[in-house]
T-cell receptor, first 117, second 113 residues
Framework: DTGVSQNPRHKITKRGQNVTFRCDPISEHNRLYWYRQTLGQGPEFLTYFQNEAQLEKSRLLSDRFSAERPKGSFSTLEIQRTEQGDSAMYLC???????????????FGEGSWLTVV | GESVGLHLPTLSVQEGDNSIINCAYSNSASDYFIWYKQESGKGPQFIIDIRSNMDKRQGQRVTVLLNKTVKHLSLQIAATQPGDSAVYFCAENVNNAGNMLTFGGGTRLMVKP
């Protein structure tokens, strides 16, 4: 499968613990996005990378959240000192270089579900 | 898998009927719109898009209509099939915001056989 890969798919953690999610974009896609989706809501933009540079961060991305893409390939999203409100699905998406602004060039992964108890 | 649409508005249609899903957007600067389909436990999947210089675009069994005057978008699905059952989201984009998308709240489509 050559789609966007995310792991773990599910994570249950106790409040206050740190968690890390990994995203492997489609090969040669230089643009990578993280979104968060809570039950009954549409995805909300968190952050955007072009290659290894983090070019945009949403105000939703509090200082407990940090995303990296050290080599411009895979990305990690770490949440420190998790809170119950962090429970959500974390979606990763990627798109190729030079992509025209068309939705069919943005590919979403299947998400990583986080439950904070 | 977990559902992303437990508390969403629901549209229930008979198999073979046409479905119309509506979306209101708020940003007048948005000039590009996409409809996504999301099945349980999966990420959003592209259906069709439209730019603001158009008011209608057709795909295979789907049509998107855009009314910029009232900031309204609709998705029409012809001859709805059981496989169309999912949650549908509209998303909007502003030209200088790259590919960053703002999603609407979504509608669950249930197709009765």
């Amino acid at each position: 499968d050559t789609g966007v890969s995310q792991n773990p798919r599910h994570k249950i953690t106790k409040r206050g613990q740190n968690v890390t999610f990994r995203c492997d974009p489609i090969s040669e896609h230089n643009r990578l996005y993280w979104y968060r989706q809570t039950l009954g809501q549409g995805p909300e933009f968190l952050t955007y990378f072009q290659n290894e540079a983090q070019l945009e961060k949403s105000r939703l991305l509090s200082d407990r959240f940090s995303a990296e893409r050290p080599k411009g390939s895979f990305s990690t999203l770490e949440i420190q000192r998790t809170e119950q409100g962090d429970s959500a699905m974390y979606l990763c998406a990627s798109s190729p270089p030079g992509a025209r602004r068309t939705g069919n060039t943005i590919y979403f992964g299947e998400g990583s579900w986080l439950t904070v108890v | 898998g977990e559902s992303v649409g437990l508390h969403l508005p629901t549209l229930s249609v008979q198999e073979g009927d046409n479905s119309i899903i509506n979306c209101a957007y708020s940003n007048s600067a948005s000039d590009y719109f996409i409809w996504y389909k999301q099945e349980s436990g999966k990420g959003p999947q592209f259906i069709i898009d439209i730019r603001s210089n158009m008011d209608k675009r057709q795909g295979q069994r789907v049509t998107v209509l855009l009314n910029k005057t009232v900031k309204h978008l609709s998705l029409q699905i012809a001859a709805t099939q059981p496989g169309d059952s999912a949650v549908y989201f509209c998303a909007e984009n502003v030209n200088n915001a790259g590919n960053m998308l703002t999603f609407g709240g979504g509608t669950r489509l249930m197709v009765k056989p």
